[in-house]
């Protein structure tokens, strides 16, 4: 069975600025991976060349070992992604906003579906609200619902928590853990928050530069490059990446 | 293509419409102010001109259809700047859906909206004014086809040309029709143009209907042959718009402007 997501040798030219230069990872069935880096670093240029919305300059995404580049469509049903960027249309409630896009999915059964997801991600009480009055957390959390709609085989998740409180971030991580670990999903995970990255994530790729400059388990990472914590370790990154090397 | 995600479009846009008394009116409160101002000028007309000249055929027939052309335009860039204004793009262009399937989506919805409008175009003209389209006979369906096809065409170009220069450029998009209704001959022959602009009209769809509508209500038949060269040319319209809007698109994922696109970061 391929790997849920496989990336080789990917880059993305602007002119003569490099945004992503040749990096290469998988993730597989069942894991969680987290791309790490400062901003700037090539995280979200990686998320939107897997989501086919940003044409690689050169290399290779396949998605369940479906070429994204020569099927698209294919790829993307068994994809699906959330972004703190990316809030759903807000002139739509929230029903309908999982509605529209479930049908864009090919979801089967898609209203009992939908209010699985609603009793889910606690959005019962706002599901006849317009997304647009919704607080910051609750349209991330209908971001999330809308990312779950079609089982994904691959998530995409930038930032997912950024502007959930404590307690309701502990819930959704718990959620997607439970989601990764349930089925044949892999989840590729993006975050500034290193406690969670650490609880979350079973793998973690250090990006810099458009490079990947350090690959490993985020609880004995900070170890091997003589840090503490991987909050050390991340500045580290940011600061200083030519004293890095990828291991 | 899949239909399901078409409709899952025209849904989005269903939902917006019915949601909105703002979006409700414009489908036929304009088009009904036409009809009602035009439909006395055309009155006020027949009244001081030489006895046995129906002014409302010509006249209300032609403001009748050009405001059909001009409603199919814009319903298909609303419903393209929907997704813009909500800033929709990454949600909607990171998922199965195809383009084809998406300006599928666009050209459907424009064809309910622009309905609503022509009913209500049809019932006041010919309620209050007496405009029996009765008297086009056949024709009125390859008038209403041409007109409909250019429209989709038209408003395909305005979706490209805000999706390429970005959400500012929509005050381009909106005045098309204006801009294009006196090379189309909307209210005269196309003999009355200078010959630079009758070259125009003749690569315009529109300007066929016309004739042929002024042909049929002067006691002549409507050619068939200039009709279907309409049909024609506007397909090709339709064509080359779709070329054209999926080139742009191409040309947004390969510079990332699908991924950033907002007003901020394209003007």
């Known amino acids: 069975m391929p790997n849920v997501l496989s990336v080789e040798n990917l880059s993305k030219k602007y002119g003569n600025t490099i945004a992503v230069e040749g990096i290469s990872f998988e993730v597989e069935r069942n894991e969680i991976v987290g791309l790490l880096g400062p901003n700037g670093a090539g995280k979200t240029t990686t998320i939107n060349m897997v989501l086919s919305v940003l044409e690689p300059t050169s290399g290779s995404i396949r998605i369940e070992g479906i070429d994204v580049a020569r099927q698209r469509s294919q790829a993307l049903e068994c994809t699906n992604f959330a972004a703190v960027y990316a809030p759903l249309p807000g002139n739509l409630t929230v029903y309908q906003n999982l509605y529209v896009f479930g049908l864009i999915y090919g979801v089967n059964h898609l209203s009992d579906r939908i209010e699985s997801l609603l009793e889910q991600f606690e959005l019962e009480r706002f599901r006849n609200l317009k997304s647009g009055v919704l607080s910051s957390g609750e349209q991330t959390r209908l971001c999330l619902a809308k990312a779950m709609l079609n089982d994904p085989h691959l998530l995409l998740l930038d930032e997912p928590t950024a502007s959930l409180d404590p307690a309701t971030a502990r819930d959704i991580r718990t959620k997607i853990r439970e989601f990764a670990t349930r089925g044949s999903c892999g989840v590729l995970w993006t975050s500034h928050n290193m406690y969670e990255v650490e609880d979350v994530c079973d793998r973690v790729l250090f990006l810099s530069h458009g490079k990947i400059l350090l690959e490993g388990d985020p609880k004995t990472l900070p170890r091997e490059h003589g840090k503490s914590t991987l909050e050390e370790l991340f500045i580290a990154v940011a600061r200083e990446p030519l004293a890095l090397e990828r291991v | ?267």
């Open chain 2, 1 to 267: 293509m899949n239909l399901s995600r078409t409709f899952a479009i025209v849904l989005r846009h269903f939902y917006l419409v019915r949601g909105s008394p703002a979006r409700v009116l414009p489908l036929f409160a304009w088009v009904a102010i036409d009809m009602v101002l035009w439909g006395f000028i055309t009155k006020y007309l027949n009244a001081v001109s030489a006895a046995g000249f129906d002014f409302v055929p010509v006249l209300l027939g032609a403001v009748l259809l050009w405001d059909f052309f001009t409603r199919v335009m814009h319903g298909v860039t609303m419903a393209f700047m929907e997704d813009v204004w909500s800033r929709n793009f990454l949600n909607l262009f990171a998922t199965p859906l195809a383009i084809s399937e998406y300006v599928g989506g666009l050209v459907v919805s424009s064809m309910g909206t622009s309905s609503i409008g022509l009913i209500v175009m049809f019932v006041l003209a010919g309620a209050i004014f007496g405009l029996s389209f009765v008297s086009y006979g056949a024709a009125v369906l390859p008038f209403l086809l041409v007109l409909f096809l250019f429209g989709v065409a038209l408003g395909i170009t305005g979706a490209a040309i805000v999706l390429r220069f970005g959400p500012a450029t929509e005050w381009f998009i909106w005045p098309i029709p204006a801009l294009v209704s006196p090379f189309a001959a909307v209210f005269y022959p196309v003999a009355t143009l200078p010959t630079w602009m009758q070259y125009l009209a003749t690569i315009l769809p529109p300007s066929y209907v016309f004739e042929n509508l002024r042909a049929i209500i002067s006691g002549q038949a409507a050619s068939v042959t200039a009709l279907i060269w309409a049909i024609v040319l506007a397909i090709a319209y339709v064509l080359l718009a779709c070329w054209v809007f999926g080139g742009v698109y191409r040309h947004s994922v390969r510079t990332g402007l699908v991924a950033r696109y907002s007003a901020e970061t394209v003007s």
